[in-house]
Each structure stands twice: as C-alpha cells, then as structure tokens.
C-alpha cells in the first residue's frame, strides 16, 4: 500500500494568514492526488484534483502543487468558513489511500 | 444532479454481518465513467477505503479488509451494496457510499451523507 503522511496534524492560524499543508507519498505518485476538505458531520468536498487543478466553483484561494512524492496545500488567505479537516488522497495505485487528515482552526 | 443515499442497520452484534445499500438516484449506476466506493471513518479519524466496483461487475478490495467484503451492484434498483463479515467493534465507524470519477478525472465526484454503524452487543 501507498501510504501518504500529513503535516501537521492540526494548525491554528489567524483570518487572512496563509496556511500550508503538506502530504508525502511512501512512492513516486507523479500527480494522481487530489484534496479534499471535510467539515464536522459531512462528508468530504474535492477541491483540488490531479495535485493543482481547482475544482470548479472552489474559491482561488485554494491551490496545490508537487509532483512525485512530495505536495503542498495552500490556502492563500484563511477565511473562517475554511475552518475543516483537510485529506490528501492517492488514486495512483489500489488501495486508494487517504493521508491522516489536517485540522486547521482560527486562531 | 446526482444524489447518493447510504441504508441500513445502525447496530450490528460482534461477528454478524454489517450492510448497507447505496441508492444512486439523478445518474445511472451503469454509467461507465464511474467505479462506486464504500469508504469509511472512525470516530476522529481519518478516511479508509474499502472498496468499489464497476459497471462490469468488476470489483477492487482494501487487501486489509478483502476476506470480509463483498460488494456487489444492483443495476435494475441503481443501487450498490457493501457486506462486510465477522465485524468487531474496529469496524465501527460511519460508512459512506461514493462515486468516482475514473474519466480523464479521477477523483471521488458524488458522497452520499453517511452512516453511522455501530459494532455492540
């Protein structure tokens, strides 16, 4: 199995900061990762597939970068709605696998 | 638009058998852009994939959980079923039926809301 790491677990950042997160895949993924957010009780939302592309109808202030086995997650200025889990996925191989999730809060 | 919808018991006994019934409704289940996933979550977790299955008939399992499942599509109903045997309480968790795009995409499109199964005597 492909495992994905995330870090960090859990930030806390103030409204407007720019928050990054990041997800390392245990092999060479090349871009076959896509983000979602998760907010309490609902089920996950797709914001970025294939590593950098928006969604469409996600706010520009998400974006995703990296190839290989290293990604960044940004959010470019922190909106109290943005409060939510946020999950690496890979879909290079099966198992598909989910990293362990990043809770970001308002500080 | 497409809509998924998880059913089922909420309280299984240790050992029995957990299922749960995805109905797809807005799309049909034999469109071909889409394999359909159960996924999972336990309390404060993080997501686990369980397993999908195509239009075919052809089906994908997590190799830890492989000798347990059983997913299978009902085309005439749009439906599609997860069972999952011999269940301890690990595997309690909520459920949650999922389409993926497999189409120049690929990513998880359509979630249905979950379900929250309980593993207790």
């Known amino acids: 199995d492909i495992q994905m790491t995330q870090s960090p677990s859990s930030l806390s950042a103030s409204v407007g900061d720019r928050v990054t997160i990041t997800c390392q895949a245990s092999?060479?993924?090349?871009?076959?990762l896509n983000w979602y957010q998760q907010k309490p009780g609902r089920a996950p939302k797709l914001l970025i597939y294939d590593a950098s592309n928006l969604e469409t109808g996600v706010p520009s202030r998400f974006s995703g970068s990296g190839s290989g086995t290293d990604f960044t997650f940004s959010i470019s200025s922190l909106q109290p709605e943005d409060v939510a889990t946020y999950y690496c996925?890979?879909?290079?191989?099966?198992?598909?696998?989910f990293g362990g999730g990043a809770k970001v809060e308002i500080k | 638009q497409v809509q998924l919808q998880e059913s089922g018991p909420g309280l299984v006994k240790p050992s029995q058998t957990l299922s749960l019934t995805c109905t797809v409704s807005?799309?049909?289940?034999?469109?071909?852009?889409?394999?359909w996933s159960w996924i999972r979550q336990s309390a404060g977790k993080g997501l686990e994939w369980i397993g999908r299955i195509y239009t075919s008939g052809t089906t994908h399992y997590n190799p830890s959980l492989k000798s347990r499942v059983t997913i299978s599509v009902d085309m005439s109903n749009n439906q599609f079923s997860l069972k999952l045997g011999s269940v301890t309480a690990a595997d309690t968790a909520v459920y949650y039926c999922?389409?993926?795009?497999?189409?120049?995409?690929?990513?998880?499109?359509?979630w249905g809301q979950g379900t929250l199964v309980t593993v207790s005597s």
């Open positions: 807005g799309d049909s289940i034999s469109n071909s852009r889409y394999y």
């Open positions: 999922a389409g993926e795009l497999v189409s120049y995409k690929y990513y998880f499109d359509y």
């Open positions: 092999q060479d993924i090349s871009n076959s």
């Open positions: 996925q890979q879909y290079d191989i099966v198992p598909l696998t």
